[in-house]
């Protein structure tokens, strides 16, 4: 005959066994309405963004606009992120780390909503960011918002941010499986985490809506590519050379940009995005294309349709715009630059290395593609996620072993430059407070 306190024990492991499988199968349902809820919003502010910026740019519009525009938004949103939206600035991934890590896996459906506003105006106004990392951010908070509404425990709503990190990147960059190796890679460092299962549901779901809304097309049209000679190898281990001193050097130049304003008085904090904006403005008028994430341009130098003066020009002018749009406190993510000034410094050296050995080396849309992995490699630091991400933006397979091969070595002198990965030197505000409180 069973003790009482061992029946008492049963019965409270039994009931606790029963509870843990509920939230499970109520994690697994929630990974499928996660996938499409966030697919949905990410359409939306794709669609949104672009629908505003065609507004606020009409054809034959006077070229000051290039400067009033920028510098109004990033005045708007200023304010609105001070007094309404003080977790939506930046990128977002840091924000979303921190919920995962620190705070319970809690995003509030505020930080959702100014996000979302916050960053729809700021990109349709030209700021030179991009909308991958704020979708991130996005996502994770309406998995958050779900998991508390369902009643999910911490441990299970903490387990559901990465569901909605993979289903927004899965939307915004049209790269499902590039979606889950990054919110294994960088939000969870875990390759092997258990919510794989529940990432790789959100990541399709959430794809299978954005062709249902927008069709089957990749980001870029690039023509299709091949290692023209072997010795070409040589020539994509010194644009991953010069890709992975580019990172550092954009990294670096954030950091320090970032540093100064933070040195400013907090009663400047709401006016300081409207210095990014400014910045932007001005070099506009000297070339448009460093204005927003630029996709059109990259697509072009995929093609090689840019004349290698701007693609120079704009290597220096979008390291610059970027870092000072990032650090001035506007709401918006680095992915897309970094993907933008990959191509341009991989086209660079495509048109010196063609202009040298035409008959044995690719056109400079080539090198361009694998520029691109390489800069994310070295910026973002996750190689594993930008070799994919690449092969599926594009959907070339043969330029693969080139991309690998620059990707590995941009990460490895990124690396040895900067020990610390990029978003981890980015923490939040809240973040910051913990660690100052802790000490």
């Not at 509920?22 to 990974?31: D, G, H, P, T, W």
């Not at 290692?227 to 990172?247: D, F, K, R, T």
């Not at 979008?318 to 630059?337: D, L, M």
Request: charge should be positive.
């Amino acid at each position: 005959m069973k003790q009482p306190n061992a029946v008492k024990s049963w019965f409270t492991t039994s009931w606790l066994d029963h509870l843990e499988d509920r939230q499970n199968q109520v994690s697994i349902v929630l990974s499928f309405v996660i996938g499409a809820t966030v697919g949905f919003v990410v359409v939306a502010f794709m669609l949104l963004t672009g629908r505003l910026a065609a507004r606020m740019y009409p054809p034959g519009g006077s070229q000051w606009l290039r400067v009033f525009i920028p510098t109004a938004g990033a005045l708007i949103t200023g304010y609105l992120l001070v007094k309404h939206f003080p977790e939506a600035r930046g990128s977002g991934i840091p924000q979303t780390k921190f919920a995962l890590v620190i705070n319970n896996g809690i995003i509030s459906l505020r930080t959702v909503v100014g996000k979302f506003l916050c960053c729809s105006i700021s990109l349709a106004s030209g700021i030179a960011l991009g909308r991958e990392g704020p979708s991130v951010h996005i996502g994770a908070g309406i998995a958050s918002v779900l998991g508390r509404r369902f009643g999910l425990r911490p441990a299970n709503v903490k387990a559901l941010l990465p569901v909605g990190c993979s289903a927004a990147l899965a939307a915004a960059f049209n790269t499902p499986i590039a979606a889950v190796l990054f919110s294994l890679e960088e939000i969870l460092g875990d390759l092997h985490a258990k919510v794989l299962g529940s990432v790789v549901i959100s990541a399709a779901t959430s794809w299978m809506v954005l062709h249902l809304i927008l069709g089957d097309e990749p980001l870029f049209h690039v023509p299709a590519y091949r290692l023209v000679n072997p010795a070409e190898l040589g020539i994509y281990a010194v644009l991953g050379v010069l890709g992975g001193l580019g990172s550092v050097c954009f990294v670096k130049l954030l950091l320090q940009i970032r540093i100064w304003f933070k040195r400013l008085p907090a009663s400047t904090v709401w006016l300081q995005p409207a210095a990014g904006g400014l910045a932007v403005g001005l070099m506009a008028l000297m070339l448009p294309e460093v204005m927003g994430v630029g996709y059109d341009y990259v697509e072009r130098v995929l093609g090689g349709d840019l004349a290698v003066t701007t693609v120079v020009l704009l290597i220096l002018l979008k390291i610059v715009a970027t870092a000072i749009c990032y650090s001035s406190g506007n709401a918006g993510g680095i992915f897309g630059p970094s993907l933008f000034i990959g191509a341009m410094i991989g086209g660079a050296v495509g048109y010196v290395a063609h202009a040298l050995f035409p008959a044995s080396t690719a056109g400079p849309g080539a090198y361009a593609l694998v520029g691109m992995g390489t800069a994310f490699a070295g910026i973002i630091r996750t190689p594993l996620t930008s070799v994919i991400m690449i092969f599926e933006l594009t959907r070339d397979y043969s330029i693969i072993v080139p991309l690998m091969v620059s990707n590995l070595i941009s990460f490895f002198i990124s690396s040895k430059l900067q020990r610390n990965r990029f978003m981890r030197r980015l923490p939040s505000r809240r973040a910051c407070i913990c660690r100052q409180r802790q000490a």
